[in-house]
């Protein structure tokens, strides 16, 4: 299977979510940003513990995993450890979910 793009944005995951073959939502942010606001039925795995925690993903590993942070650097410094680590359809939502909050869902707070 071929490697998906390193990004995607918040429209095609939006789209993405309401279908059968949906994603795995990893929000990499931290435990403090996932209380504000967060997207319904995201996996929370901090960045600081994407090391230690790997592993909760191994079931994953062949399968779509799109990464989110706030703003969209932390979920694409996530993106390319998880690719080094053989999770070759892992994507960063581009812009985060301040991005998904202005252009998805603009009931969310932006922080």
Not at 3 to 22: A, G, H
Not at 28 to 45: N, P, Q, T
Not at 85 to 110: L, Y
Request: charged letters at 25%; glycine letters at 6%; one cysteine or more.
């Amino acid at each position: 299977m071929e490697p998906q793009p390193l990004e995607i944005s918040c429209q095609d995951v939006s789209r993405w979510m309401e279908t059968e073959d949906q994603p795995l939502l990893l929000d990499c942010r931290e435990a403090d940003e996932f209380a504000l606001v967060a997207i319904a039925g995201a996996k929370l795995l901090p960045m600081s513990e994407i090391q230690s925690r790997a592993g909760e993903l191994s079931d994953h590993k062949e399968s779509p995993i799109v990464v989110y942070c706030h703003l969209g650097m932390r979920s694409a410094q996530v993106t390319q450890w998880l690719r080094e680590q053989g999770f070759n359809q892992v994507q960063s939502m581009a812009g985060g979910i301040d991005r998904w909050a202005v252009e998805i869902d603009p009931s969310m707070k932006r922080y």
